[in-house]
């Protein structure tokens, strides 16, 4: 009687053991078909080739690269909307590229614009970012965070920074085939704004948001005409 007891203990450690390497090998197997979709040029320092063949494929404005794992590699729609965002702060592009590196933020923006007007890419297009808490509009738009030179208040951002918001946001129409854009106040449109998403987040402050009407009829005026300028 004592053996055959002993034989079933026996028996339930082996079994239990075999259950937790089949859990584990799939553990294993589901992280690395997760991690082999990221690019290996996202998260380390990249050479000038590389960055020249990244530019390439997004925008031409592009001063500098960042990019990061907080993203989905790629994006599960077409390009068909922008979504504008700011910082909330004053920060520099490498900032917020260490910022969006961080694992534990699980934030990121496809563009970010400096207070100076320059531009830095963190998730190329064709991926989803995670901004606009809204995995639906992620995966169809483009999302740029603008850089306030106040803090509080409207949010004010630079005219710099405005200019080039502008001539962005004409560059990935012109790319991606948006022929106009649209700001309709509501998610309808295909100028969106992250707090048409979340309750939580005035983002991007009153003074983007006062500014859409405006930034829709500058981009169309560069969309209309054959050079874009
Ligand atoms: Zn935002």
């Not at 022929?179 to 983002?203: P, Q």
Request: net charge neutral; aromatic share 6%; proline share 2%.
């Amino acid at each position: 009687m004592q053996t055959g007891k002993k034989k079933n203990s026996y028996g339930s450690v082996k079994a239990l053991l075999l259950g937790f390497c089949v859990v584990a090998c799939f553990v294993l197997i589901m992280a690395y078909i997760s991690a082999s979709k990221i690019p290996d040029t996202v998260g380390r320092t990249l050479t000038a080739a590389e960055q020249q063949e990244i530019t390439s494929r997004n925008s031409a404005l592009i001063d500098d690269i960042w990019l990061t794992a907080n993203a989905d590699f790629p994006r599960g729609q077409k390009i068909q909307k922008i979504t504008i965002h700011h910082m909330a702060g004053n920060f520099t592009l490498e900032q917020v590229g260490k910022d969006f590196a961080a694992g534990d933020r699980k934030a990121s923006s496809n563009y970010a614009i400096d207070t100076t007007g320059s531009v830095a890419l963190y998730v190329e297009e064709a991926n989803r970012p995670w901004s606009s808490s809204s995995k639906e509009n992620d995966d169809m738009a483009v999302t740029i965070e603008v850089a306030n030179d106040t803090i509080g208040g409207d949010w004010h951002v630079s005219d710099a920074a405005y200019e080039k918001l502008i001539v962005l946001c004409a560059d990935i129409c012109r790319r991606n085939g948006i022929k106009k854009l649209v700001f309709t106040g509501d998610a309808t449109g295909n100028l969106t704004l992250h707090k048409m998403f979340s309750r939580k987040t005035e983002c991007p402050g009153a003074y983007l948001e006062s500014k859409m009407d405006d930034i829709a009829d500058a981009v169309n005026q560069k969309l209309s005409t054959s050079d874009g300028k």
